[in-house]
């Protein structure tokens, strides 16, 4: 297997049915959550995000980012963008950023809720993977743009999809964070908003 598809697999893998080791709903501490909110407002928190979206842009035009690996997906059903960690950030700020993404889809001008936060441990071969998850859908029927659009031809809006927000650990350490967006294709819903706007609203 080439050395790149096995990363591609690794970094957006086919979903399958393994059962974890342990599976929780994902609760901050009141003492992780106020420090998140410190970050979460600060220049660092900025410039952590300036800097992905940097990389990410670099990756959409063929250009490797030298300090932040980013990883881009595209299928009929679904766009994702995987995050790589970096020793020039600690696991705390990496996992603050996960967090900070979920709140960033919450705050978009297009109505979305929290489904479910869960943290997931799977045994593999070699290792112990650890997957936080944010699932957030959209809400219907609940804005004036929901209803301007639902005015037009009676479809529903989709907004950007189902956004999937995960967090991977390997044995404990960082790994990478995935944002994927999927969408519906039949005719009850209009077309998905474009990802690389997803992308730009959530790291801006």
């Known amino acids: 297997m080439d050395f790149f598809d096995d990363i591609f697999k690794k970094l957006f893998p086919k979903r399958n049915k393994t059962i974890p080791l342990i599976k929780e709903n994902l609760k901050r501490s009141e003492k992780d959550e ?27 035009e063929g ?5 932040i690996e ?38 978009l001008p297009y109505p979305y809720k929290l489904y479910t936060s869960d943290r997931a441990h799977y045994e593999r071969t070699n290792y112990i993977e650890t997957i936080e998850k944010h699932y957030l859908k959209p809400v219907y029927g609940t804005s004036n743009e929901v209803k301007n659009e639902l005015k037009t031809d009676g479809q529903l809006p989709q ?3 189902n956004v999937l927000i995960e967090y991977i650990q390997i044995d404990g350490e960082p790994s990478f964070i995935r944002l994927l967006a999927n969408i519906y294709s039949d005719r009850l819903f209009l077309d998905a908003l474009p990802f690389e706007e997803l992308v730009e609203k959530v790291l801006k």
């Open 159 to 161: 907004f950007y999809g």
């Open 34 to 60: 106020l420090a998140f909110q410190i970050w979460s407002s600060s220049a660092d928190a900025k410039y952590w995000l300036a800097r992905i979206y940097e990389s990410y842009h670099l990756k959409r």
């Open 70 to 107: 980013v990883h881009l997906f595209a299928s009929a059903a679904s766009n994702g963008v995987a995050i790589t960690y970096t020793n020039a950030m600690s696991s705390k700020q990496f996992r603050f950023l996960f967090d900070k993404l979920k709140e960033s889809v919450l705050q």
């Open 63 to 67: 250009l490797v980012s030298k300090d």
